[in-house]
């Protein structure tokens, strides 16, 4: 049953892929698909969310750190009683998650991993003390999630990652807002994750996202989408 938005942070989806809707390549390094201007505005936008979320084949793949890198905001977030950087979350089906990520490892606030009713001990025994682990169903129940968040006091979720992830939330109908950049150009190889798998997406051609901003940044563009419902929020 889906969790009403005023019982649920409010989501917003941030996504950054090549003209051809791929999120990296299968190279070893992660694929730079944003510029150095692109990069700050994201810092702003993670600087005002309460909590950042990414998925584990995102911490495995790319070990992100998810901490606002500029001293100002960190600051600014201090002076109104925040932590410097936002909570952090994952979602994890398997429980391989790696204790010495810079996931865990970085930012002096709390971590919390959502995990798969079949992998919550594995995963409590891999990352005692470094992060709550709490139960999220199974299969793992993104409206469980954001419930459990709004508990703890989110107010503002920053989804960021991977393509699972992404497919869960948006067809899951929890995407109150969508960053999506787009770089200048293609990738072009099948075996490359992209920004969504298949679903079944309640923003189809009858119900269709609207398009809130248009921004050129450098050589990438954002593009803010907002669902039918909240055109007029």
Known sequence: MEVPVRERPYVLLSVATSIDGFIDDVSDRPLALSNEADFDR?????????????GAGTIRADDPRLVVRSPARRAERVRRGLSETPLKVTLTG?????????????????????????AVERTRATLTGRATVVGA???????RVLADLAARGVRRLMVEGGTAVHTLFLAAGLVDELHLVIAPFFVGDPAAPRFAGPGDFPYGPAAPMRLAEARPIGDV???RYLPPERLHA
């Open 42 to 54: 994201v810092d702003e936008v993670r600087a005002g969310c309460d909590a950042i979320l990414v």
């Open 94 to 118: 398997r429980g391989d998650l790696d204790p010495e990520a810079r996931f865990f490892r970085l930012g002096d606030v709390e971590k919390i991993v959502y995990a798969a009713g079949p």
């Open 137 to 143: 169903g199974d299969p793992l129940d993104p409206h």
């Open 221 to 223: 563009v954002l593009l």
